[in-house]
């Protein structure tokens, strides 16, 4: 499999991968970074450009996963490894707590340490839940939709497409967020939030 991203939090990643016990063949993905070494922690290659994340699809293992935050980017990413022949698969920590009714997960989402989903939960293709979420009952979170580590979303909650929730953040019960929204670290989301805006404070504003 392949890792798109080679810092940050795409070394988190990696212990989820680790957890998983799928570190075998696991390749890094940076087309952009020049001070990376030519492995990552000495063990794992990393790919520099189109031609060698092709040549490794042709060996048989075209999986991949998103190493890397933001949601556009999550986004363009996504689709430009499928282009390549790519296939999105997710990746949950063992040591997260899923709920075991009528939970949806899209593909290529990415579920870290400590978080909590319960009950009756969607989540779109390519979201990133990171590190210590809470995630209440009929809740829907978007397409590429971001939580940054420790946020909590209380029941009844929808977060649109694209929207990046900050660490910290609480979401109360009932609120709707819209797409391409920008929610600031520590906020305490009170009422509803139109598409594309940026809120921070507590309450949120």
């Not at 009952?137 to 209380?154: A, Y």
Request: some cysteine.
């Amino acid at each position: 499999m392949i890792i798109v991203g080679a810092k940050g939090f795409a070394k988190e990643l990696l212990e989820v991968c680790h957890q998983l016990g799928c570190t075998e063949d696991l390749v890094f993905f940076d087309n952009v970074s020049a001070d990376l070494p030519d492995k990552l922690f000495g063990q794992f290659h990393i790919l520099r450009s189109e031609q060698e994340v092709k040549a490794h699809f042709e060996t048989g293992d075209r999986t991949f996963s998103l190493g890397l935050g933001q949601p556009v980017l999550r986004k363009q990413m996504a689709e430009l490894f499928e282009l390549w022949g790519g296939e999105i698969v997710s990746l949950h920590s063992p040591f997260s707590n899923i709920g075991h009714y009528q939970n949806t997960i899209g593909s290529g989402v990415a579920i870290m340490t400590g978080t909590v989903i319960t009950n009756d939960v969607k989540i779109g293709n390519g979201a990133l839940i990171n590190l210590n979420c809470t995630i209440g009952h009929d809740v829907t979170i978007g397409s590429f939709c971001e939580l940054c580590p420790g946020v909590h979303v209380s029941g009844n909650v929808n977060v649109g497409d694209y929207s990046f929730v900050g660490t910290g953040a609480v979401i109360l019960p009932g609120v709707s967020i819209g797409a391409n929204c920008n929610i600031g670290a520590g906020s305490v989301v009170t009422r509803n939030i139109g598409d594309g805006q940026v809120v921070k404070g507590i309450p949120a504003r």
